[in-house]
């Protein structure tokens, strides 16, 4: 019995991953994860123009969450492990509903596109790979340092402050943020339908979360290395 109802929890599970809809939940509920952790990222980073120390402190802080019970930076390594399930998770899900939409549609549409798509949902395949990539190279240069000349470690302001006087590492940074700030805002809405969150009476103020949501997590990204290069942050 035990063995029996295993086997069918696994294929429950199966035939929920197989579908469309099973799809496209896991990528409603990966989202929502990554974009809490976008949100309460961005705040953190806003407490670098409260000086070195402030911002160091916070940094050290991170290492100690869930002390004693947990040991120190288990509970950075522990989220780590979830973002990385929820990344994998959004990216497999993404490409493969990309692939049976293509495979549903051999002639592609006269103009390359649908008539009514924006331009949010023209660039959510693209831009999610260009965000990819960007993460790599964001963990590269800031949490590991090998893509960063002056890194030192454990002096996160430093690190933070030397990067963004480099103006290109500037400009990857400010696309990369405009392109979250697209997939956030077209992400939001796509998730609420998936989920079964919006209904006509909602649907406006689903939309003006998303969007505020987009906004506000795009400008405090933003404003740090602009902080920087106008000097407010060195």
């Known amino acids: 019995m035990v063995v029996d109802l295993a086997t069918r929890k696994r294929?429950?599970?199966?035939?929920?991953?197989?579908?469309?809809?099973?799809?496209?939940?896991?990528?409603?509920?990966?989202?929502?994860?990554?974009?809490?952790?976008?949100?309460?990222?961005?705040?953190?980073?806003?407490?670098?123009?409260f000086g070195p120390t402030d911002f160091n402190g916070y940094a050290a802080w991170l290492r100690t969450i869930g002390e004693p019970v947990l040991h120190h930076e288990w509970f950075?390594?522990?989220?780590?492990?979830?973002?990385?399930?929820?990344?994998?998770a959004h990216v497999v899900a993404a490409a493969q509903l990309s692939k049976r939409d293509l495979r549903a549609r051999p002639v592609r549409y006269q103009h390359g596109q649908r008539a009514k798509a924006t331009f949010a949902t023209r660039t959510m395949r693209w831009g999610g790979v260009i965000l990819a990539l960007y993460i790599v190279w964001h963990i590269l240069d800031l949490t590991v340092g090998v893509a960063?000349?002056?890194?030192k470690a454990g002096q996160p302001h430093h690190n933070v402050v030397a990067d963004f006087q480099v103006w290109w590492v500037n400009v990857i940074y400010l696309v990369a943020i405009a392109m979250v700030g697209i997939h956030i805002n077209h992400g939001f809405w796509s998730a609420a339908q998936t989920l079964g969150v919006n209904r006509p009476a909602r649907d406006k103020a689903i939309k003006t979360l998303g969007t505020t949501l987009a906004v506000v997590i795009t400008a405090g990204f933003a404003v740090v290395p602009l902080g920087v290069m106008t000097g407010l942050v060195s």
């Open 76 to 88: 950075l390594w522990i989220m780590r492990a979830g973002l990385l399930v929820a990344l994998v």
């Open 148 to 151: 960063n000349q002056d890194f």
């Open 11 to 49: 294929s429950a599970a199966r035939t929920f991953w197989d579908s469309t809809i099973g799809k496209k939940a896991v990528m409603a509920v990966s989202g929502l994860m990554m974009l809490g952790f976008l949100f309460f990222h961005m705040l953190g980073n806003l407490k670098i123009f």
